[in-house]
């Protein structure tokens, strides 16, 4: 995304891995993107399965390859003015859309205010990370990222 995110605008991430491609996930698609604000916003549902579902859940850190689609809705505004519409608007879509939710998401996906949602993200294994964390990174130097603390 790097190309279409242009440095020194703001950016706000809200996602869902999705039980599947529903009435009511196309649905909620169709009410909320003609109201959508912020010029550089954009929402899609990303397929998934294929290769991805075929590898065990617990093989490795990421959990939701049972989901066949996720949804991304990338909010991106450049006047600071907008901030709260713009973040309203995706806050709704995103709850709107959770209804249609694994209640798993892509940990690259979370928003910066979502913290609480990193354990969904890496689902059975979460517990098994944090193990590896209180072993190999007690004093939680890698942190940099959507932190899984050493408790």
Request: aromatic share 12%; glycine share 8%; charged share 20%.
């Amino acid at each position: 995304f790097d190309a279409n995110l242009p440095k020194g605008q703001y950016y706000y991430s809200k996602a869902h891995d999705l039980e599947a491609l529903s009435d009511g996930a196309i649905d909620t698609m169709v009410e909320f993107v003609p109201r959508m604000v912020g010029a550089l916003t954009a929402a899609y549902f990303d397929p998934l399965g294929g290769a991805i579902s075929r590898v065990d859940p617990t093989a490795t850190p990421f959990a939701g390859r049972n989901a066949p689609y996720g949804f991304h809705c990338i909010a991106g505004w450049m006047d600071a003015a907008e901030g709260d519409a713009v973040l309203t608007w995706a806050s709704a879509f995103s709850d709107a859309m959770a209804a249609h939710s694994t209640g798993g998401v892509y940990v690259n996906l979370i928003a910066d205010d979502e913290t609480d949602r990193v354990p969904a993200a890496y689902g059975p294994n979460y517990s098994r990370l944090a193990e590896l964390k209180r072993e190999w990174d007690p004093g939680n130097l890698f942190s940099e990222n959507y932190n899984i603390p050493p408790n």
